[in-house]
């Protein structure tokens, strides 16, 4: 149920998301797979943690699971061969929340990473190497604004850091229609 309230809250119910004709138990499959031993190197990993084969390894099966599992249920809801793939924002967001190793690729976190020329803005392995590349080029600095940043005694994870300040970026670039900020 945890989950679901967080999606909502970031905006995974709304429109005509097939999450809405679902009950929260939807997630139940999800979150038993998250929970596995398997993936406990991906909690709050630190950046660089992405350069392993097996981290990523582990990160590809997470993400496959996560895909053929809410395709199977958009498939099912809108009782049609759906053309587009799932979206990345759901599947991200997801690991974002629960195990802190990916940003949210969202919209305004793509638009951030893509209007400072980070990476491209689709998620997958090599933009996740990209942003570990700009992590450790700025580490000194968002290393000290990480310490200010904690939620009971716990840091937030790397990828947390850079989620919210490319989402800011990003946010502030929508609403000042083309403000470039220069970091």
């Not at 991906?42 to 809410?70: A, H, P, S």
Request: contains cysteine; hydrophobic residues 40%; proline residues 2%.
């Amino acid at each position: 149920m945890q989950l679901a309230f967080y999606l909502a809250s970031w905006g995974m119910y709304r429109g005509s998301s097939f999450l809405l004709q679902k009950d929260y138990k939807v997630h139940v499959p999800v979150v038993e797979e998250l929970l596995k031993v398997h993936y406990n190197g991906l909690f709050g990993l630190e950046c660089i943690e992405l350069r392993k084969n097996d981290v990523q390894k582990k990160l590809t099966e997470l993400n496959w699971f996560m895909t053929v599992y809410y395709d199977k249920i958009r498939k099912s809801v809108k009782e049609t061969e759906v053309k587009n793939k799932l979206s990345a924002t759901l599947t991200t967001k997801i690991l974002m929340g629960t195990l802190g190793c990916v940003p949210a690729y969202d919209r305004y976190f793509i638009d951030g990473v893509k209007g400072q020329k980070v990476t491209t803005g689709i998620y997958n392995i090599k933009s996740l190497l990209k942003l570990v590349d700009f992590y450790d080029t700025n580490r000194v600095r968002l290393e000290e604004t990480r310490k200010r940043l904690k939620v009971y005694d716990l840091p937030y994870p790397q990828m947390k850091l850079l989620d919210m300040g490319f989402w800011q970026i990003g946010f502030e670039r929508d609403a000042d229609k083309g403000l470039q900020v220069a970091y």
